[in-house]
Nanobody, 125 residues
Framework: QVQLVESGGGLVQSGGSLRLSCAASGFLSDYYPIAWFRQAPGKEREGVLCISSSGITTYYSDSAQGRFTISRVNVKNTVYLQMDSLKPDDTAVYYC??????????????????WGKGTLVTVSS
C-alpha cells in the first residue's frame, strides 16, 4: 500500500527554520518524483517544489526559491523539505505527493496521484 506521511510541522517565529519530512512506504521513493505542496487558510493549494528521481529540483513557487531546499535520503525512503527564513505567509498545511505513473516527472501541472495527510506549519510574526 502506497503511503506518504509528513512530519516536522509546528510553530516557528518569522525568520526561523523548520525541516519537514515525508516518509514513503509501499514503493521506492528514489525512483519517482516527490513534490511538496501547501495550502494556506482560505487559499487554494499551491505547489512549492519537487525533486526528481535523478535529484533535480524544480521550484513551483517563486517565493520558495532561495529559502527552501528539498533533498532525499534513499536508504530511509524519505524526502526532506528544509525551510529557512520563514515568513508568516508560509503558514499553511504542507503536503508531500508523488506520481507513480510511467514517465512521471516534476513538470509543473502534472497530477500527483498519491498524497500525504499534511503537516501544519505556523509562522508567527
Amino acid at each position: 500500500q502506497v503511503q506518504l506521511v509528513e512530519s516536522g510541522g509546528g510553530l516557528v517565529q518569522s525568520g526561523g527554520s523548520l525541516r519537514l519530512s515525508c516518509a514513503a512506504s509501499g514503493f521506492l521513493s528514489d525512483y519517482y518524483p516527490i513534490a511538496w505542496f501547501r495550502q494556506a487558510p482560505g487559499k487554494e493549494r499551491e505547489g512549492v517544489l519537487c525533486i526528481s528521481s535523478s535529484g533535480i529540483t524544480t521550484y513551483y513557487s517563486d517565493s520558495a526559491q532561495g529559502r527552501f531546499t528539498i533533498s532525499r535520503v534513499n536508504v530511509k525512503n524519505t524526502v526532506y523539505l528544509q525551510m529557512d527564513s520563514l515568513k508568516p505567509d508560509d503558514t499553511a498545511v504542507y503536503y508531500c505527493a508523488t506520481d507513480l505513473g510511467f514517465g512521471s516527472s516534476c513538470q509543473k501541472g502534472n497530477n500527483m496521484e498519491h498524497w500525504g495527510k499534511g503537516t501544519l506549519v505556523t509562522v508567527s510574526s
